[in-house]
């Protein structure tokens, strides 16, 4: 059983290219969400979903892209990167929007140079 | 929106002793949920605790859903308990607290 799963694990990028960090769940939740964390900072909410072809944002979206084509995938594209924007990245995803449990998946570590 | 935070920052243990942490929250809320961040950045869930007292081996949390506060127990602690512990709360999106950083001394 997969659970989250996030790609890629590592990337190393120039300001100003454009990249998409994916992630995928098994478990057919209907609640998707991405988080970045930072020292000292916590997890903060950058986007989420509710469902297909639903996307909202969170408490950091600037600079970030997101799509929901379909229940299983919720990528997340960063069309022009920016050294502020190096960080950890976290994919999550719950069965229910108020009542049910967070999954994560094993994080994404960005550098933008 | 919610407000969530978490005492102590930081707390270094010796092998085998027991610690509390706490996490305070600001209104009312549908979901409580604990994590541990291991030393490689893994987020591991430990309780799903809107309300109520559950125990897993060592660990036990106990929500004081009327209160606003979390409590997470830790037992003869482990190094291998080391990382930083989360809460995190669900208002209208999941709102984290800053953490509490858990290291145990061999």
């Known amino acids: 059983n997969a659970g989250v799963t996030q790609t890629p694990k590592f990337q190393v990028l120039k300001t100003g290219q454009s990249m998409t960090l994916q992630c995928a769940q098994d478990m057919n939740h209907e609640y998707m969400s991405w988080y970045r964390q930072d020292p000292g900072m916590g997890l903060r909410l950058i986007h989420y979903?509710?469902?297909?072809?639903?996307?909202d944002q969170g408490e950091v979206p600037n600079g970030y892209n997101v799509s929901r084509s379909t229940t299983e995938d919720f990528p997340l594209r960063l069309l022009s990167a920016a050294p502020s924007q190096t960080s950890v990245y976290f994919c999550a995803s719950s069965g229910q929007t108020n009542t049910g449990e967070l999954f994560f998946g094993e994080g994404s570590r960005l550098t933008v140079l | 929106g919610i407000q969530v935070e978490q005492s102590p920052p930081d707390l270094i243990l010796q092998e085998g002793a027991n610690s509390t942490l706490r996490c305070n929250f600001s209104d009312s809320v549908n979901n409580l949920q604990w994590f541990h961040q291991n030393p490689w950045g893994q987020l591991i869930n430990l309780f799903y605790?809107?309300?109520g007292t559950k125990q897993n081996g060592r660990l036990s949390a106990t929500t004081v859903a009327t209160e606003r506060y979390s409590l997470l127990y830790i037992s003869s602690s482990q190094t291998t308990d080391s990382g930083v512990y989360f809460c995190a709360v669900l208002g209208q999106n999941f709102v984290f607290g800053p953490g509490t950083r858990l290291s145990v001394l061999p």
């Open positions: 605790i809107p309300s």
């Open positions: 979903s509710v469902g297909a072809g639903i996307t």
